[in-house]
Nanobody, 113 residues
Framework: QVQLVESGGGLVQPGGSLRLSCAASGSSFSIYTMGWFRQAPGKQREFVAL???????NYADSVKGRFTISRDNAINTMYLQMNSLKPEDTAVYYCTVVGLDYWGQGTQVTVSS
């Protein structure tokens, strides 16, 4: 069993930045592929980014060049640095252990002037 807790969401103006965190329980964090997904109102949950145990990464085309995923295995935490935010980035952001169906409760990100 893995528990995931997201934090760092909030209200930001277009062009602004936020950093999301995902704290994980357990002793196997370092071997997991971890990911961020998001779900906007009325839309399906969509992939944002993932990071493998070796720290290679993948990004959705919509966030490439603006978002950066990273992890600190020493403290069982994953991050999503979001820059140049757009209104269309507004969503609830979830962290997950890719392939094991563990999800956090989500953190709201709202980009609005």
């Amino acid at each position: 069993q893995v528990q995931l807790v997201e934090s760092g969401g909030g209200l930001v103006q277009p062009g602004g930045s936020l950093r999301l965190s995902c704290a994980a329980s357990g002793s196997s964090f370092s071997i997991y592929t971890m990911g961020w997904f998001r779900q906007a109102p009325g839309k399906q949950r969509e992939f944002v980014a993932l990071i493998r145990s070796g720290k290679s990464t993948n990004y959705a085309d919509s966030v490439k060049g603006r978002f950066t995923i990273s992890r600190d295995n020493a403290i069982n935490t994953m991050y999503l640095q979001m820059n140049s935010l757009k209104p269309e980035d507004t969503a609830v952001y979830y962290c997950t252990v890719v392939g094991l169906d563990y999800w956090g409760q989500g953190t709201q990100v709202t980009v609005s002037s």
